[in-house]
C-alpha cells in the first residue's frame, strides 16, 4: 500500500486526485493537508464525496504531515512550494509539486517571468519535468517531479512529434489555446464568477503568460535549438477542457499530410493516453474531459504551407490531477495506466 | 466473465453504460445495436471511447444478437422494447429494459398515459421494477427488469422514508422536479438545441408527464394507499443532473426535525448509493453528477406544517445508465456496488 | 429633463438602470454613486458601456449627491437604504428604493425576518409598494417608492388573478421559483464562482427566505384573508430569468380552464407588460430576458383539482432594473412604457 | 417610412432584425418570409415578440412580396440568394443580402471555395460589399449591398488599420477566431444540440473555412499586394459572441506600442461602432454582446516582434444583423446610428 499525503488538497487539482484515487485499493490518502479547511472533513468542502473520503484536513505541519506518507503531492502556488518540499525531501520523501517551481532547469528564466527569487535554487537539477512521454525513465527515480503545467503539455505535446521530426520549423510558432475556468483554481475572484464569465470568451496573458518559457523549454529541448513561442491563452464559458491550436511552418514540403500523420502515430506508439486522430478529425475537449488522455489531430494547409495542429486535454486531467497520478504510479513502479484508463465524459 | 449486449446503444442511456463497463474486467459488453449506426465502431459515434471501445455496432437482429450474450440491457423507446424483449426471454436471456413499457403492474395505467396499446401484456406479471433499494431479493432472481424512470427514482426514492413511516399525508403531494437536458436523449430536435436551451428554463408536461402514474404507482404500494401527485418537470441548462423538491404535509407534529431526520436515516441504513444529508444541508446536483449516488436532504417548514424533501441524483446515473448497472450487478451475483462506487464530479 | 441619480450604481440592477437609461433623451443620470469605484468611470466597472456612459463614479456624500439630481434610485444593501434615505426625502428627492427596507406595511415582519432593526420606521407609512400593475395611482405621487423583489413580482403577479377572484383558496400555496444567477448581485463568493456554479441546480432558502413575507403581504391584500405560503427558492445556471411554478388549490370547480385563463386576461387588459400566454402554452425565461416584461400561462389539473400557473420575468427587469424605469417614468409623468417595450433577447 | 420586406425571417439572423427593428418609427417590417414558418405569426415562432412583432410569415412569391416594400434584406443560404435577388432588383428594389453569393469581387474564387456555379454573374459588380467602415459612400446608393459574414467583419475590420498602415507584414497572417453557436444559424442538427455543445470547445473547417477568401480579398484590396491568412474557426459554448486573435509580423520597428495604438485610433476616428480599448485592455465577447459595437485592442509581443490584435463583435450584430441595419440606414439616408447605439448585455 502504498501511502500519499496531499499538500494543498483543498483547490481543483488536490480535489480532483483525491477524487482518482479515492476507490484505489493499493494507494491511501493518509493526509490532506489545507489552509483554508483545517478540521472539517474533506467531504465537506467537496460534498460529492461524502461517504467516499471523508478525512478531516491537516493543518501544515511538515514535521507532523512527513510522518503520515511516503509519497506526497504539492499543489501549492509557486513561491510556496519551495518553502514546504525541502523539508520533505530531507525526511527522504517522494514529492511531486504541481507549482512552476521546479519546472525550469534555468532559474533565471523561471525568476524573470515569475518575478520572485526562487527559494530553493539547489533543487532545481533533481527535479524533473513531469512528462511521462517525455521523461519516463527519469520520473522511475526521481525524487522531486515537476507536474507540467496544462499549456505546456497540451502544447508540447502536440507540436514535438513534428519538431523532433524536423517536419516544421522552429521558427514562427504560433500557440492559441482555450482553456476551462477551473484551470484558474477554486477562486472567489471576481472575474471568475459565474455572471461575468458564462457566455463571455476573453483572451488574456497575452504576450506574458507563464507558461510561455516553459513551453519554450520543452520545444527547445527536443529540437537542439533555441525556440521561442507566440503563445495567446483564452478562457472559455466552460468548467473543464483545452484545446491547444498551434500554426507550424512545414520545412518537409515532400512530406504528404498522412506521411505527417504517420509520424504522429510512430512518436506516440504505444504510449496508452495519447490519441492520433485520424486524418480529417480533430479533437473536442467532450472527448478528453475527465480523463487523462490527451486527443491530438492535424491539418495541413497547403496554400500556406503550415501544419495546423490541433490537441485537447483536461487541464483537471492531464493537465494536472492525473498526469500527477500518471508520474506517481510511475514513481512508485505501479502500472502507469493504474485508475487513469477511464473515457472522458462525452456528457 | 458476465458477457452483455445492449440494444439501443447509441443513445445516451447506453453510451453511458458502456462508459461505465468499458473497464471492467468481469463484464464484457457482447455487443451494442443501433439502429443509426449500423456498421460503425462505437467509439466513432463517441469519439471519447476511443481505444476504449471500439467495437462495431450491430443491427437489430434477434436470433444473431441474442447469440452473443447472456444478458441484455434495451434502451430502446417506449413501445418498441415490447417488440424486442419477449424474444430475448423466449431465448433464455436476462433483460434490462430502460423504456416505460414494463414498470407498470396495471396495464390500463400505462395504456392510458403512453396512449398506446401494449405489446406483450403477458410480460407484465413477470416484470419487476428496477429499484433496488425496494425490490432487491425480486431483482436478483427476475428475468425481465424495468429500469425506473429517473423522475420516479428521485422523487420516490425522496418521498418513501416520510411516507411509509406515516411521517406525512399520502394526500396533496406536490412534486416540483428539474431535469438536465440529457434527459430528452441524444436528440436533435430544435427545441434541444444549444441556442434554445442554454440560459434558459422552462416547464413541461405540466399535469400530464408520464412519469406521473409511474411516481403514484410505486408511493401507493409503499404507503397501501392510493396516491395521486401533482408533478411538474421542469428543463434546466445543464447537461446532466436532476433535482426534486417535494412539498409533503406533516401529519405527526410531535416528530421534531432530528426525529425525520433519524427516520431517513435508518430507512436506508446500509444502502449504499443513498446518502441522507446532514440537517440543514440540501443536496445540489454537482454532488452527485456522474455517479450512482442519490443525495436526500430534508428541512421542515413549521409555519406550513410541511416536510420538505430535496433529492439530487444524475439522470443519466441513478437515474437510468448507472441504476440499471447496479441491477445488472444484482441478478448476476456480483457485488451489487461494483463499477459503482466512483464519486460524483464536483467538477 | 428628468435628473436622475443612482446609489449603488455599480452592482448588477444598478448596472442595468444605466443600460436602460443611457441613451434616453428624457433621462439624465446626473450622478453614479459608488462605494468600491468612487473616482473610476462607470465604463471601466462595465467596459460594455464604453462610449456610452463614461460618468465618473462620486463617493456617497448626501448634501454633495442631493444636488445633482430631483429623483434617486437607490440599489443598496436592507438596511443600508435606511441610513442615506432619509436625508434624500428631507431635501425633497424623490426615491425609489430596491432594497427590503421600505417593502413592509408591518415593521415587526420585517424586523422577524431580516433579524434587524428598521432604522427608520417613520417611513414606512409614505413608502409605496412599487409594482405599477397594483399600485399604479399611489406610485405616482409617492416620494418613496419600494421597488419590489424579484420573487414577489413574478409570484404575486402570476397568483394574483386567481386569488383575486376566488378561483383558488388562499389557503396551501405552493410557490416553487428559479432564479438565474445574477440575482445574487455582482458578488465574488465561492458559491457563485463559475465552476461552482455552471452545470449545477440547487434549492437555498428553503422555508426561511426574506421574500416569503413580502409574497405573505402582497397575497393577503388581494384576497382580504390572511395568506401564509410555502416557498421555495432555487438557483440555475443562467446569468438572467426568473421562473415561479404556484400550485393553486381550486375552489370554484364549475370553471373551466378557459374561463379561468379569460378571468387572466381580464384582469391584466390593458396592462402593456403582462402578457398572458394562450392556454397550451407556458412561458419560458428566455422569452422575457433582457426586457420588462412578464410572461404567465395557466394549466389545470384536473386529477388534483390544482391550478398550476408558472410565470417568468427577468431578474434584472421587470423583477428589479426595469420595474424600478417603469415607477420611475410614472412617478414622473412620463408615459409609463417609454424606453421599456424592447423584446427580451430570445437569444 | 421605409418599408422593409425580410426574406428568410425566422431563422436567427433574421429574428435579430425583427428584434432590432420592431420598435423603430421610421422603419415598418412590412413582410417577414419564410419557407417553414407560413402562415403563422412570427411571434410564435419567437415567443419573445408576442405583442411587439405578431405579423403573420408570407411565402416567397416574388410578385406579391415585393409589392410590399421598396427595401429588402434577405437572410438566405447561399445559392438561394442568386435565385430570389435578380427578380428583386428588376423591379427596382434595393436589397442587402446576407449569404455570400455577392460578397466576391472574383466569382472563380466564389466559385472555387462555395462549390457551385454562381445563378447571377451580372450582378457581382453592382454589389457592394457592405462594411460601413470601407466602403460607406458605395452603400449609400447601392442597389444591391453584401452584407458581410461575421469572421470577415471582426478579422478586417481588427487588421485593417495595421495593414493599411504598413504596420505589419501582409505575409504570414494568423487569424485564429472564436464563435459563438447562434453563427450556425437555427439549425436542429444534432453537432449543436445542447449536450453535444455544452461544456465543449472545437476547432472546425481548418484550412478549408469560405470566410477565408473574404477576408483575403479584402486584406487585399486594404494593402494592395495579395493577402493570404491562416484562418481557424472555432465553436465556443456560447450563444453569441466572436473573438478573433489575430497574430501579424511587425515591419515598422521604431513604432512604440502607443504608437500603433495611436494609429488604430486615428484610422476609426469618427466611427460610432468602432471602440479602440486603451493600451493595456483587450476586448471580452460580453462588452459587445447584443450590439453593433466591435471592440478592438492590441497588444505587442517584442520578444517574438509580432503585433496581437483581438477584436470581438457580436456574431448577430455588427457580424450580421445590426451591421445590415447600418447598411440600411446609410441607404435609406437616414441617420446611421439610428437604433443601433445600445450598449452590449454586460448580462
Known amino acids: 500500500m502504498l501511502n500519499l499525503g496531499i499538500i494543498g488538497a483543498t483547490g481543483y487539482v488536490g ?20 489552509n483554508s479547511f483545517v478540521g472539517q472533513p474533506f467531504s465537506s468542502v467537496y460534498p460529492s464525496l461524502r461517504g467516499i473520503y471523508d478525512k478531516v484536513c491537516d493543518k501544515l505541519d511538515i514535521d507532523v504531515v512527513a510522518q503520515k506518507a511516503d509519497f506526497f503531492i504539492t499543489a501549492l502556488p509557486h ?33 524573470k517571468w515569475y518575478k520572485v527569487t526562487h527559494g530553493a535554487p539547489e533543487l532545481i537539477d533533481k527535479a524533473v519535468y513531469g512528462l511521462p512521454e517525455l521523461y519516463r525513465d527519469e520520473i522511475k527515480t526521481a525524487s522531486l517531479v515537476a507536474d507540467p ?70 520545444l527547445s529541448l527536443l529540437c537542439g535549438e533555441p525556440v521561442m513561442v507566440s503563445f495567446t491563452p483564452h478562457l472559455a464559458p466552460m468548467k473543464r477542457g483545452m484545446l491547444a491550436t498551434c500554426y507550424l511552418n512545414l520545412i518537409n514540403q515532400e512530406l504528404s499530410p498522412a506521411d505527417i500523420h504517420s509520424i504522429y502515430e510512430d512518436y506516440y506508439k504505444g504510449e496508452p493516453f495519447v490519441r492520433i486522430l485520424p486524418l480529417g478529425q480533430l479533437p473536442e475537449t467532450k472527448y478528453v474531459a475527465g480523463s487523462n488522455y490527451i486527443d491530438i489531430g492535424i491539418a495541413v494547409d497547403t496554400r500556406m504551407n503550415k501544419l495546423i495542429v490541433v490537441s485537447a486535454l483536461d487541464n483537471l486531467g492531464k493537465g494536472s490531477a492525473s498526469q500527477a497520478i500518471q508520474a506517481l504510479n510511475i514513481m512508485a513502479g505501479i502500472d502507469e495506466t493504474k485508475g487513469l484508463l477511464s473515457p472522458g465524459l462525452y456528457l
Not at 80 to 104: A, C, N, Q, Y
Open 15 to 34: 480535489a480532483e486526485i483525491v477524487r482518482l484515487l479515492a476507490l484505489r485499493d493499493d494507494v491511501k490518502i493518509t493526509t490532506v493537508v489545507s
Open 79 to 111: 513561491g510556496v512550494s519551495t518553502t514546504v518540499i525541502p523539508g520533505l525531501l530531507e525526511k527522504g520523501k517522494r514529492v511531486i509539486d504541481h507549482s512552476g517551481d521546479f519546472r525550469f532547469r534555468d532559474i533565471k528564466t523561471y525568476e
Open 149 to 218: 503545467g496544462c499549456y505546456p503539455t497540451c502544447s508540447v505535446m502536440g507540436i514535438a512529434p513534428a519538431l523532433k521530426n524536423k517536419v516544421v520549423s522552429h521558427q514562427d510558432i504560433v500557440i492559441n489555446a482555450v482553456s476551462g475556468v477551473s484551470g484558474a483554481g477554486r477562486k472567489s475572484d471576481l472575474p471568475y464568477a459565474f455572471c461575468e464569465t458564462d457566455e463571455n470568451f476573453k483572451a488574456y496573458g497575452v504576450a506574458n503568460h507563464r507558461h510561455t518559457p516553459e513551453i519554450e523549454q520543452e
